[in-house]
């Protein structure tokens, strides 16, 4: 079975018709990523596979939950359970040191471990940081800071926007290598990004254009059609 | 090691609290104005009727009592068991007179013998020119007699009378003082009690007394009728023109403290309600996030009146202390007078402003969290 | 560009603008509210007041003053001199006309029992209509200076002929009921009255038996005449200069005596009294103009202490939220310094903003200041606030300096951002 289907969805506001007849299904362990022009309807299809939003037409099935008939509540918990969030802008809470970011993930998702948060923390190379508050720390740190929060609950997803678009060569190579070792234990990725290097590193790359996919490009093997 | 819920929850809060120091000064100082106004309006409020109802005694005597109907003079004991029926508290002075006629050069005139120190506390409208008697043999004159006999401070003159054993009798007097009230005792010869008993003999027999109470004329008129049941010879009297009056003129004049502390309750209410409201308007990308997290709505709700708790704690406390100083403050200033600690009003202070701020943050943070995430990680 | 951006911050932050405007117009109409009734309080009060009665009294030149208050009346009797009830509209139309509220006149008449004993009858005004030589008329006596009587029966009129109204003490000592007649003997000749009402005033007034001032002179044979009046009249407390011109006018210099014959003293309005009234001398009751002084003095004090209050309560709210609102646009001022902005434009541009918005605010706070002003004032004293223009631009100040106040340390605050850290992240 599919961790996540997209099934013919369609996302309208108004006259504007973000996305149009959308299929898509990633497997379990599966790396995607995502590209296009701005305004080919990136970010909707990002917050629809984030159960941050709903399809207008259509339906998602996560996990075997088809969140597309499911209330706004059912959504916060699906997120919370199954989806690891990382953000272009960090977005970590600013009056938290790096250590209480990652277990405010765990507050909110069950019991929170401070042994555990640590063992996320060294294992994006910042146990040394834990104590510091997100002002004190580089863009690369606060990115890592936010890699360690969405990996504190096992998502059976991580879903990044951008994860490298604010940082220098140096952290996007840190912050590739913690993806593919990721990848490697068997997580599923989707990463949402402008930067076809980035783009290289997954599995398929999807390319989105006014809504519509239109291209499937398999990066091990030769291009496929759609 | 597996830490509690709640103790990382209040580590969020007090994280929230202490790191976010200059905007939670600002909120905190709003809540500790808005409660400073709170428990200083209060207790000023409180306070009034026992303050102006003090400055209000300067009207004079409010009750009197004079003998029973079929006496001609009480005796000093009744009198004193008839005061012991008011709070010693609430006495501000009790006047025991004497009059007789008397003549100076063969016209008649009124002496008064009356506890001058005591008479000065129940009728502090008088005005006196030179000074109060202070030794044997002097008069204070009312005003009208010093005009007929042509008297001034200092002067000597004799007054001839009959004792109460009808024994004449010519004594001299020098006048201390002259004074005014625009009323009939103008028209009086005042000396101590015990030169008027000397003169006139007769121990211990009291025509009149005024006294200076401050309680409400309700109190008056109940305390009267005990009075005139259980004392003997002693029949009590309110004043009416000033016990009714005072009631009249103390109840608008707390009324408008009422109204007016109302009015700015309500008002510094909302303010308070609207820096609240600020303080989570800017928050709203946190809220987000936390919901992006998998933050459920009542937890967000949940932190930020975990925040307001303490900055409701906090700033009602300090609005406590504040709010006594001033209180003090407008009562020294005012009424030359200290008030009491009420110690009751600072925990209702303190929960008051926790519920007012916890209220102001409740709406604005429901209608944070039902946000769609999304919206507000992407749109800056 | 600048009102450009000044009108874009304005109406596309129209929520956060219209918080803004809202906390200044709560803490404006706290102010004029405050400032209105501040000022008008003391009057008010001073309305009030005049339920002790009457704070002055005019008898004829060279008379006794009163019947002494507990009944031993020798040294005092009625006298031969009097004053002119043609001359008592005089009163309403001294330099302080506006502050007198009321005033009864009062005629003595020597009057006995059947029996011989002497009782103490008087005639007066109960409500009496006036016309004054300035066009104007009123209503007054009696009814209206003795408000806090106890009357049982009724009231009398001035036009009652053979009814009178009882001291509770006169009625117990001759045993009369309302309804009951009584015959009163006054120079020979005998009158019988009708009780229509008594009254307990928990004075030596209780001993007293009062009917229309015309029946008195009629009964007296003093056509025209009164022997002493009552004055209530509102004044201001008294302070040095008025004590000096009591004891004696002629001791001011002129500009002192200016000043005290045009405040409402009530040394003040007595020496006008006298001006008006021929061979009078009218004489303050200290028991009641000194109380009313010492009273008025401190609810003035105490209702400026609590504006004081108030203002600051207003000041710090709207100052409190006006620094919020500057603070959280850390973002874009940062971004517009990195625009490349001086300093002086980004003030200029938020201390504009806010000064546009804090005036709306104010100018609404004004108009429901004047409404919370009215509600205090109906429901407190059963009449309007006088509102005073010189409120405007009072608290068209405060808010003014409270707004600017309130922005500065916010604008200090953002300009030391340094647009870089404002841009990546916190």
């Given at each position: 079975m599919n961790l996540l289907e997209l099934k013919n969805i369609s996302k309208i506001y108004g006259d504007v018709k973000a996305l149009q007849n959308i299929n898509l299904s990633v497997g379990q362990g599966e790396w995607i990523a995502i590209m296009g022009p701005s305004g080919s309807g990136k970010t909707t299809m990002m917050n629809i596979i984030g159960c941050m939003d709903k399809p207008s037409i259509g339906s998602v099935i996560l996990d075997g939950t088809d969140i597309s008939k499911e209330s706004s509540k059912k959504l916060t918990a699906l997120r919370r359970d199954k989806i690891g969030l990382i953000f272009q802008q960090f977005h970590?809470?600013?009056?938290?040191?790096a250590l209480e970011n990652v277990m405010a993930a765990q507050y909110y998702h069950s019991i929170q471990d401070e042994k555990e948060a640590l063992e996320a923390l060294s294992r994006v190379g910042l146990a040394d940081r834990a104590k510091h508050l997100p002002s004190q720390l580089s863009g690369g740190e606060q990115q890592r800071v936010c890699i360690a929060r969405a990996l504190i609950n096992y998502p059976m997803l991580i879903l990044a926007d951008e994860p490298t678009g604010n940082l220098d060569e140096a952290n996007e190579a840190i912050v590739l290598d913690i993806f593919k070792s990721l990848h490697k234990e068997g997580s599923a990725i989707v990463v949402v990004t402008h930067d076809p290097e980035v783009a290289q590193e997954s599995e398929r790359t999807v390319i989105l254009e006014h809504g519509k996919i239109s291209k499937i490009k398999d990066n091990n093997k030769s291009e496929a059609l759609c | 090691m597996k830490m509690k819920r709640y103790a990382f929850y209040l580590k969020m809060v007090t994280s929230s609290l202490i790191r976010r120091r200059s905007r939670m000064f600002v909120a905190l100082l709003a809540v500790a104005v808005g409660a400073t106004i709170l428990s200083g309006l209060i207790t000023i409020y409180y306070d009034i009727p026992r303050q102006m109802g003090k400055e209000f005694r300067s009207y004079g005597a409010n009750l009197i009592f004079i003998p029973s109907e079929d006496k001609s003079y009480m005796d000093a004991d009744s009198l004193k068991k008839a005061v012991s029926y008011l709070s010693p508290d609430d006495i501000v002075g009790v006047t025991p007179y004497r009059y007789k006629t008397v003549k100076i050069n063969e016209q008649p005139f009124m002496a008064a013998g009356a506890d001058l120190a005591q008479a000065a506390k129940t009728s502090p409208f008088w005005y006196v020119s030179?000074?109060?008697?202070?030794?044997?043999g002097e008069a204070l004159i009312g005003q009208e007699v010093a005009d007929i006999i042509r008297l001034n401070a200092g002067s000597q003159f004799f007054i001839t009378g009959m004792t109460a054993n009808n024994k004449p009798f010519k004594r001299g007097f020098t006048v201390s003082g002259i004074v005014q009230?625009?009323?009939?005792?103008?028209?009086f010869i005042f000396m101590s009690l015990a030169d008027f008993e000397n003169m006139a003999g007769g121990d211990n027999a009291i025509d009149i007394a005024e006294c200076s109470v401050s309680v409400s004329a309700a109190e008056l008129d109940r305390v009267s009728k005990i009075i005139n049941e259980n004392v003997e010879g002693v029949t009590a009297r309110p004043v009416k023109r000033i016990s009714e009056s005072e009631g009249t003129v103390l109840k608008k004049l707390q009324s408008l403290v009422y109204l007016v502390t109302v009015v700015i309750l309500l008002l510094t209410m909302i303010c308070v309600a609207t820096t609240m409201m600020a303080a989570v308007a800017e928050r709203r990308r946190e809220i987000g996030l936390k919901k992006a997290l998998g933050a459920t709505n009542a937890a967000i709700v949940a932190e930020f009146i975990g925040e307001d708790v303490f900055l409701g704690i906090f700033g009602g406390l300090l609005g406590a202390a504040f709010g006594f100083v001033f209180a003090q403050a407008v009562s020294i200033n005012v009424f030359a007078r200290s008030i009491t600690f009420q110690p009751l009003l600072a925990p209702i202070t303190v929960f008051a402003s926790i519920i007012i701020t916890a209220a102001a943050c409740f709406i604005p943070v429901r209608r944070a969290a039902e946000i769609d995430p999304a919206i507000v990680l992407r749109g800056e | 560009m600048f009102f450009r951006m000044v009108k874009g911050a304005l109406l596309r932050q129209k929520a956060k603008m219209a918080m803004i405007a809202f906390t200044v117009a709560l803490g404006a109409s706290l102010a004029t509210a405050m400032i209105n009734v501040m000022l008008d309080a003391g009057d008010k009060v001073n309305r009030e007041l005049k339920t002790y009665g009457a704070n002055i009294n005019v008898i004829p030149k060279g008379a006794s003053l009163l019947n002494d208050i507990y009944g031993v009346g020798e040294g005092s009797g009625v006298s031969d001199k009097y004053l002119k009830e043609s001359e008592l509209g005089n009163i309403k139309t001294i330099f302080w006309a506006f502050n007198i509220v009321d005033f009864a006149p009062y005629l003595e008449t020597p009057a006995k029992l059947k029996n011989g004993s002497a009782i103490n009858l008087a005639g007066t005004w109960f409500s009496h209509h006036l016309e004054l030589p300035t066009g104007e008329s009123l209503d007054t006596g009696m009814i209206s200076m003795k408000k806090w009587w106890d009357v049982q029966g009724q009231w009398l009129s001035d036009g009652d002929t053979d009814e009178l109204m009882a001291g509770t003490a006169f009625a117990r000592q001759n045993n009369l009921k309302i309804g009951d007649r009584i015959d009163i003997i006054s120079v020979n000749k005998t009158y019988s009255f009708k009780v229509k009402g008594i009254f307990n005033s928990g004075s030596q007034e209780d001993l007293r038996a009062y009917v229309p001032l015309a029946k008195a002179q009629e009964m007296s044979g003093r056509?025209?005449?009164?022997s002493r009046v009552e004055v209530s009249a509102l004044t201001t407390p008294d302070n040095e200069l008025s004590r000096r011109a009591a004891q004696n006018p002629n001791s001011l210099s002129i500009k002192e005596w200016e000043t005290w014959y045009c405040t409402a003293y009530v040394s003040a309005i007595c020496y006008q009294i006298d001006e008006v009234m021929t061979d009078s001398v009218s004489k303050p009751i200290r028991q009641v103009a000194q109380s009313e002084g010492a009273i008025l003095e401190k609810t003035e004090l105490l209702m400026l202490l609590i504006t004081i209050l108030s203002l600051a309560g207003a000041a710090l709210g709207i100052s409190n939220l006006v620094t919020a609102s500057v603070m959280e646009r850390s973002s874009e001022i940062g971004l517009l310094k990195a625009m490349g902005a001086y300093d002086i434009h980004i003030s200029l541009l938020v201390l504009t903003e806010i000064a546009i918005t804090g005036m709306i605010g104010a100018a609404a706070g004004y108009f429901a200041g004047i409404g919370f002003a009215q509600i205090i004032g109906r429901s407190v004293f059963d009449s309007a606030i006088n509102i005073k223009p010189a409120v405007i631009p009072l608290v068209a100040f405060l808010v003014f300096v409270v707004i600017i106040a309130g922005s500065i340390p916010a604008i200090r605050f953002l300009l030391a951002l340094k647009p870089a850290e404002v841009l990546h992240g916190r």
């Open positions: 970590l809470i600013n009056y938290l040191t | 030179g000074r109060w008697p202070q030794k044997e009230t625009g009323g009939s005792e103008e028209a | 056509n025209g005449l009164v």
